[in-house]
């Protein structure tokens, strides 16, 4: 299979482009040195990576020593970094750093790249397979499992969680769930919500007072992340004044469809143009 592996841009300005230019797909920016031991002997196998995912997503090199403001923006601070986008905004960043230390540099290129593939495959299933960032300050997730809760989503970094879980006792559901946020110092509010055909207009407004108080970054979860992926949607959209018609069109762009919703379509026009 063909390889997606675009050299490195000339410049910082040029990355930037690159990025817009395929918000649609999940990019690989990939933070290499020429003087990097560890780049050098996985080049060979970080191309060929970048072939068998070419189906799924885009890699780029990035050689930090010539765009070194895109570095800083990226908090990049060792080679290789691999530095995964969505909708060009950054989702998360791995390096051989993160991971337990092996025997040998070739277990640990194994590992590391594995991890890589594996993380790239997972963030490409579907916008249900984790959270999705949509900004820095706000994220969308179906309604996590205890064990993701404590085992994953504590030790990303949000500041609050929002649950709009709709089971059919969720107050003792919430309630439980709170626990295990606030165990770990994360704000939790519950704002239940059944399904996007009961989102109301008055929703809209509380939910944006909760996003404008709240300490971010947010997590916005719902059953299977449609009414949380709507909110979040929205609510980037009326903070970063966009017209109204055009929420629909970029959710589209990041691979969520507004098709199906009728007339909250209308509604959510309407909100974020008020």
């Not at 780029?60 to 995964?84: C, G, M, R, W």
Request: charged share 20%.
């Amino acid at each position: 299979m063909a390889s997606r592996y675009i050299l490195s841009p000339l410049t910082d300005s040029e990355l930037d482009k690159k990025l817009v230019e395929h918000h649609h797909q999940l990019l690989v920016l990939v933070f290499t040195t020429a003087w990097c031991k560890n780049c050098k002997r996985l080049s060979s196998a970080i191309e060929k990576m970048a072939g068998d995912l070419s189906n799924i997503a885009t890699f780029i090199h990035v050689d930090v020593d010539e765009l070194l403001q895109t570095v800083k923006k990226y908090n990049v601070e060792s080679t290789p970094t691999f530095a995964l986008f969505r909708g060009h905004v950054l989702q998360t960043s791995i390096t051989a750093a993160q991971l337990p230390k092996k025997p040998t540099p070739e277990e640990s290129d194994d590992q590391l790249l594995t991890w890589v593939s594996n993380t790239v495959k997972s963030f490409t299933q579907n916008w249900n397979a984790s959270y999705s960032k949509i900004t820095d300050h706000l994220a969308f997730s179906p309604t996590p499992t205890e064990y993701q809760i404590n085992e994953g989503l504590i030790k990303v970094g949000f500041k609050s969680v929002i649950g709009m879980e709709s089971k059919q006792n969720p107050g003792e559901y919430l309630a439980r769930e709170g626990e295990f946020w606030k165990a770990a110092g994360i704000e939790f509010v519950s704002y239940p919500i059944k399904s996007a055909d009961e989102i109301s207009l008055n929703d809209f407004d509380e939910v944006l007072q909760l996003v404008e108080t709240l300490p971010g970054p947010i997590l916005i979860h719902s059953d299977i992340g449609q009414v949380a992926a709507i909110m979040v949607f929205v609510m980037v959209a009326k903070q970063n004044a966009r017209k109204g018609s055009e929420v629909p069109v970029w959710a589209r762009e990041l691979a969520f469809d507004f098709d199906g919703l009728g007339r909250l379509t209308q509604a959510i026009c309407a909100w974020v143009d008020k």
